[in-house]
């Protein structure tokens, strides 16, 4: 090689070398179904492709493990540099979580197009902490042929509770022998406070800064009775136990064993390959016309012991911005947080042409927030779940269990 080519060469190689140096790596976790994958490669490929100084490493993991490893890795300071969670206060309260505010001044990130109530809940003690990727809003999955075979009218904005039951019971069959064949509707067990507020009730008196618990009073008994009727007496849904043997709404929806589910847009790229026909309508009101869907999602945060915690903002911006959001919402699995008429495009545009996507962006202005305050977490899984636990396999009766609930609620709500 001559002299000059060496140079040449030594010179290229030094440069690819200083580039490589001065690469920044974060980690970003997150969780989702497999269907949930692809969109979240392309946000890396496009954010990588405008910023090649920060390299993104992933880590994913299932709903059902997810946070146990997220917990020791930030118990351990090891946290991912941008994590993909829900219940952020939880988390802020701890300070596991980097206050944005200086980055968002700084960077001029424009956040007012996003739905106010999913800003609150991605703050704490006045201070933001993240941005949400969606609302978590939650349809009426229905396979039309079950109901075509049943003979059973589709579901429209006219349904209330009473309308749902008896549909749901019509399009439950049992096989020779006596066993359920086929569900009429199968519910996820978190989703309960729909049902409350869609009963005029709630929860605690107030989701975000809460000091009462308000679930002893009769609309919110009323509404854990109704959903506890469906499963205990009717059998048109199957029990929450039963589900971890038959599967969740989606696997159960998507293998026609089920003829409605409640879900979300997440289970839309699994439902898109069922082999038969399907749509979504709105979730049918409480029975005086209250019309209520959950308002909040996950969404993005910092680690406070992140080591990059510049390049760690400048992915989460990206991923809260408009381009991050349309990626998403251009797949159809999440409504997305960014209330614009771009992003709301790219996720009805992502829809298949036979779904009244429409719904989704309709019913997310009926949201109504979920308990979010520090706390609540811990509360909701060691008293409130187990005793509900009790109301769904028949040993308590609502009343019975929710009153049950009061003293040590109302303990752990003075506590905080």
């Known amino acids: 090689m ?25 980690t970003w976790s997150f969780w989702g179904d ?47 540099d941008v994590m993909f969670i829900n219940n952020v206060p939880s988390y802020a309260e701890r300070g596991v979580l980097e206050p944005l505010d200086a980055y968002i001044k700084a960077s001029g990130f424009n956040s007012d197009a996003y739905y106010p109530d999913l800003r609150r809940i991605f703050s704490y003690d006045g201070a933001t902490y993240g941005f949400a990727r969606d609302n978590d809003t939650t349809v009426l999955f229905y396979n039309k042929d079950l109901f075509d075979a049943a003979g059973v009218a589709y ?85 929450f136990d039963a589900m971890q043997q038959l599967g969740d709404t989606t696997q159960l929806f998507s293998t026609g064993r089920v003829a409605m589910v409640m879900t979300n847009a997440a289970r839309v790229p699994t439902f898109v390959d069922a082999p038969f026909n399907w749509d979504v ?27 990059n915690k510049e390049a760690a903002w400048t992915f989460l911006s990206f991923l809260a911005g408009p381009e991050g959001q349309s990626i998403f919402a ?21 829809l298949p042409e036979t779904v009244s996507g429409q719904v989704f962006i309709d019913e997310t202005a009926n949201g109504v927030l979920f308990p979010v305050f520090p706390g609540w977490t811990e509360i909701e899984s060691t008293i409130v779940v187990p005793d509900l636990d009790l109301v769904w396999n028949g040993e308590e009766t609502a ?10 609620v109302e303990s752990a709500l003075a506590a905080e």
Do not use: C
Request: glycine share 6%.
């Open 330 to 350: 251009k797949t159809g699995l999440a409504v997305p947080a960014l209330n614009t008429p771009e992003t709301n495009e790219a996720f009805l545009d992502a």
């Open 399 to 408: 009343q019975e269990a929710i009153a049950g609930m009061v003293e040590p």
């Open 34 to 80: 497999p269907a949930e994958l692809p969109p979240n490669d392309e946000v890396i490929a496009a954010f990588e492709a405008a910023h090649p100084d920060i390299q993104v490493e992933t880590q994913h993991s299932p709903w059902n493990s997810y946070f146990d490893r997220l917990q020791t890795q930030m118990a351990g300071g090891t946290a991912p």
């Open 155 to 239: 579901p429209d904005d006219t349904w209330d509770w009473a309308k749902l039951r008896e549909a749901a019971a019509a399009l439950t069959t049992k096989d020779a022998r006596g066993r359920t064949a086929q569900y009429g509707l199968a519910l996820e067990k978190n989703k309960y406070p729909l049902w409350v507020y869609q009963n005029g009730g709630t929860v605690v008196d107030d989701a975000i800064d809460a000091s009462a618990f308000t679930m002893d009073e009769p609309a919110a008994v009323e509404a854990v009775s109704f959903v506890a009727d469906l499963i205990l007496e009717d059998g048109s849904v199957p029990s």
């Open 281 to 307: 309508a709105p979730l049918p009101t409480g029975p005086d016309g209250t019309r209520a869907n959950t308002a909040g999602g996950a969404g993005y945060v910092m680690s406070s012991t992140s080591d």
């Open 2 to 26: 001559s002299p000059v080519r060496l140079r040449l060469t030594l010179t290229v190689f030094a440069a690819f070398a200083s580039a490589a140096l001065a690469q920044t790596t974060i």
